[in-house]
């Protein structure tokens, strides 16, 4: 798969041609009409602000420091009930914290257990350096999540990132509450955090 180009639609209209452009999209809905009317005042600033987005490398969106990554995979026969037995049996207790640049990992069943969702936000600009982590640092257990999935190499094989990047689907759009936290920050401001309220415990 070639390198990801970002489209910017309607990067040169005006806020008035944008909102024009979306009261014709939504002409034939009535809801959707109604709700974009009601929603004017809030979409303008919205579409003042411009593209928050940029390319994480080879497929994905970034903002800021943290990546989106999203792909959807089909299962081999029966790896859909041997996949959900692991993930209970783990009981949400699989932990990627050998790789300190992982925000969330998400794993969904879809279409009557014949394809999986998996999605994850990380830290970094570079799509490929996020995947060396994961393979250099917890490739067995990720070859336990995903042997069960159709065409997997197994995450030592070199190939492994064309089989994800054949079957990652970037985001239309990602919204970050804080773009700027890594992982690490976000670990740095709980400790200040937690210093502080004992320090204000001791002179309260």
């Given at each position: 798969?070639?390198?990801?180009?970002?489209?910017?639609?309607?990067?040169?209209?005006?806020?008035?041609?944008?909102?024009?452009?979306?009261?014709?999209?939504?002409a034939?809905?009535?809801?959707?009409?109604a709700?974009l009317?009601?929603?004017i005042?809030?979409?303008?600033v919205?579409l003042?602000?411009?593209?928050?987005?940029?390319?994480a490398g080879?497929?994905?969106l970034?903002?800021?420091?943290?990546?989106e990554?999203?792909?959807i995979?089909?299962?081999?026969?029966?790896g859909?009930?041997?996949l959900?037995?692991?993930?209970?049996?783990?009981?949400?207790?699989?932990?990627?914290?050998?790789?300190?640049?992982?925000?969330?990992?998400?794993?969904?069943?879809l279409?009557?257990?014949?394809?999986?969702l998996f999605a994850?936000?990380?830290?970094?600009?570079?799509?490929?350096?996020?995947?060396?982590?994961?393979?250099?640092?917890i490739?067995?257990?990720?070859?336990?999540?995903?042997?069960?999935?159709?065409?997997?190499p197994?995450?030592?094989?070199p190939?492994?990132k064309?089989?994800?990047?054949?079957?990652q689907?970037?985001?239309?759009?990602?919204?970050?509450a804080?773009p700027?936290?890594?992982?690490?920050d976000?670990h740095?401001?709980?400790?200040v955090g937690?210093a502080?309220?004992?320090?204000?415990?001791k002179?309260?």
């Open positions: 798969m070639a390198t990801q180009t970002l489209s910017k639609p309607q990067q040169d209209q005006t806020v008035d041609q944008k909102i024009q452009t979306l009261r014709q999209l939504y034939d809905s009535p809801v959707g009409k709700a009317e009601n929603s005042s809030t979409l303008r919205q003042a602000g411009g593209l928050r987005y940029e390319s080879r497929v994905g970034r903002q800021g420091k943290v990546s990554l999203t792909l995979f089909k299962f081999v026969p029966g859909a009930k041997r959900r037995g692991l993930l209970q049996a783990l009981q949400a207790n699989f932990s990627a914290e050998k790789v300190p640049t992982v925000h969330d990992m998400r794993y969904v069943f279409d009557n257990d014949t394809k999986l994850t936000a990380y830290d970094g600009d570079s799509w490929d350096a996020y995947l060396d982590e994961f393979a250099a640092k490739p067995d257990e990720l070859d336990l999540l995903f042997s069960e999935l159709e065409e997997f197994g995450f030592r094989d190939s492994v064309d089989w994800i990047a054949k079957y689907i970037p985001a239309e759009a990602w919204y970050v804080h700027d936290l890594t992982v690490r976000v740095r401001v709980k400790r937690k502080a309220e004992e320090f204000l415990d002179i309260g």
